[in-house]
């Protein structure tokens, strides 16, 4: 009985942290889209580079401003601490961009190599535009791990273990893309997939720069540079495109776009299995670390 209490303090002390980060969240995001109205859709249609721009960088802000709040003044802890310590910012970086490149290149090489992509002529580059898309896409995949693997997933891990953290915070993660998914249920998989191999190389640098390295190269790739469409959008590439897929919507995504395929599946798997294998070490170490701590709270609670 004592550790069901127990335990369910504990759920309810991350439940409330919880709603009020997003609370906290909401309020500062508020101040700055509800005086723009229905304007900003307008603004969107005209100037969709500008307007997605000011979005992400908002949302960025505000993001880290309800984070600052809740270290501050919830856990009384430094703001950096949840990830953004600047040591290893450009040794993370680089092996994130180069597993990120690594990741598409093998999806992209399965999908051309079965016949299901072909090139096309190439026009409407642009590179003001792509230039902007790449920006934009910087912070919104910013925004995307801090949300992930920041302040919800750090407090989830301090008061129940690494397991619940990842699970929680890379189902919230596909969550957050479930209005793209249109009833369909492997990229609702996948999403929830990349969640995972991003809070584990959270988990294994203890710093946001190596999920953030390797979602970044990903999605800039996939949409700005190759023009291909990324999470049910086909609009970031500024109507440039290299090739186009085709094939089976299984293994290809469909409308979805790659994302939504069994073959981003596979090398999402596979990805998780390489890491999991040179970093077996480190995290045998957490794992069994984290069956510990479930032990002796059992073990207080029995006594």
């Known amino acids: 009985m004592a550790a069901i209490i127990c335990s369910l303090q504990s759920t309810w002390k991350i439940l409330w942290r919880m709603i009020l980060f997003y609370l906290t969240w909401a309020i500062f995001l508020a101040v700055f889209f509800v005086p723009f109205g229905l304007g900003f859709t307008k603004w969107y249609h005209a100037s969709p580079i500008e307007a997605r721009l000011y ?27 949840i990830g953004l310590a600047f040591n ?16 598409l290149g093998a999806s992209v090489g399965i999908i051309w190599a ?55 915070s890379a189902a919230l993660f596909a969550g957050y893309h479930a209005g793209a998914f249109k009833g369909e249920w492997l990229p609702v998989i996948n999403v929830f997939t990349a969640g995972i191999l991003f809070c584990l190389s959270y988990i294994l640098t203890d710093n946001l720069w190596l999920p953030i390295a390797i979602h970044f190269l990903w999605d800039v790739l996939l949409g700005p540079v190759l023009g291909l469409t ?15 897929l085709h094939g089976p919507s299984l293994f290809t995504g469909g409308t979805f ?9 596979i090398t999402t798997v596979f990805f998780l299995i390489i890491i999991c294998f040179f970093q077996r070490r480190k995290i045998r170490k ?7 701590s479930s032990i002796d709270i059992d073990y207080r609670h029995t006594i």
């Open 55 to 81: 979005s992400d960088i908002i949302t960025v802000v505000t993001i880290l401003a309800a984070t600052w709040v809740m270290t501050r003044f919830i856990d009384h802890r430094p703001f950096l601490t």
């Open 257 to 265: 776009g790659m994302e939504g395929g069994l073959v981003v599946t």
């Open 88 to 103: 290893r910012v450009f040794r993370d970086f680089l092996i994130g961009a180069a597993i990120g490149c690594t990741w």
């Open 286 to 292: 957490l794992f069994l670390k984290c069956a510990q």
């Open 114 to 168: 079965f016949g299901w992509a072909s090139p096309i002529p190439t026009s409407g580059f642009s590179g003001p535009v792509l230039a902007g898309s790449t920006i934009a896409m910087f912070f919104n995949v910013f925004a995307q791990e801090v949300l992930l693997c920041g302040f919800i997933f750090q407090t989830i891990r301090s008061r129940s273990n690494i397991v619940i953290a990842i699970s929680v």
């Open 230 to 244: 990324e999470s049910g959008k086909s609009d970031l590439g500024g109507g440039w495109r290299m090739f186009s």
